[in-house]
T-cell receptor, first 110, second 115 residues
């Protein structure tokens, strides 16, 4: 199983762009990279998924370099409501996409 | 995406008793997953439940402690048996999304406190 490494915590201020990087050195050829967001007292919520290069949706962007050994979740102009834990997962099939690392606890301050 | 209803949302139980948590999905899904999340920690997969077969448990989790039922493609239960305070956690069910994205949808969880 591909292991992921993320910073334990990050602080930011409202309106700033936040970039959270995840390392996954032993990512396999078929693996996708998926990010989840979790608020207190809720289950994780799917944010974005990518395989290579850049993916953008209405919530975030995901940057993946050519070697795919890392990925960066970019949250544009964060607000207080973006305070949450963000998890990076790597895998393809059910059964190997389900290993959650420690996640990054993002605190957005006014 | 699938909508998951998980019950109960929270409960306080006496040690030595058992609690059954229900997970209902609004669409048919092949695989359902049960997780445990201890306070302030990440999620740990307990088991994978396929309809019509025995659940597959992860290391450290056994069927006698966490029996799982999967009677059809939209429903599953997880029982936490013979509870102790160490079982106090949030228990979440999850399903794999079909379609282009290889992602998962989670229920809102059951917050269990054992006293």
């Amino acid at each position: 199983l591909a292991k992921t490494t993320q910073p334990i915590s990050m602080d930011s201020y409202e309106g700033q762009e936040v970039n959270i990087t995840c390392s996954h050195n032993n990512i396999a050829t078929n693996d996708y990279i998926t990010w989840y967001q979790q608020f207190p007292s809720q289950g994780p919520r799917f944010i974005i998924q990518g395989y290579k290069t850049k993916v953008t949706n209405e919530v975030a962007s995901l940057f993946i370099p050519a070697d795919r050994k890392s990925s960066t979740l970019s949250l544009p102009r964060v607000s207080l409501s973006d305070t949450a834990v963000y998890y990076c997962l790597v895998g393809y099939n059910a059964g190997n996409m389900l290993t959650f690392g420690g996640g990054t606890r993002l605190m957005v301050k006014p | 995406s699938a909508v998951i209803s998980q019950k109960p949302s929270r409960d306080i139980c006496q040690r030595g008793t058992s609690l059954t948590i229900q997970c209902q999905v609004d669409s048919q899904v092949t695989m359902m997953f049960w997780y445990r999340q201890q306070p302030g920690q990440s999620l740990t997969l307990i088991a994978t439940a396929n309809q019509g077969s025995e659940a597959t448990y992860e290391s450290g989790f056994v069927i006698d402690k966490f029996p799982i039922s999967r009677p059809n493609l939209t429903f599953s239960t997880l029982t936490v048996s013979n509870m102790s305070p160490e079982d106090s956690s949030i228990y979440l069910c999850s399903v794999e999304e079909t379609g282009e994205a290889h992602g998962y949808t989670f229920g809102s969880g059951t917050r269990l406190t054992v006293v």
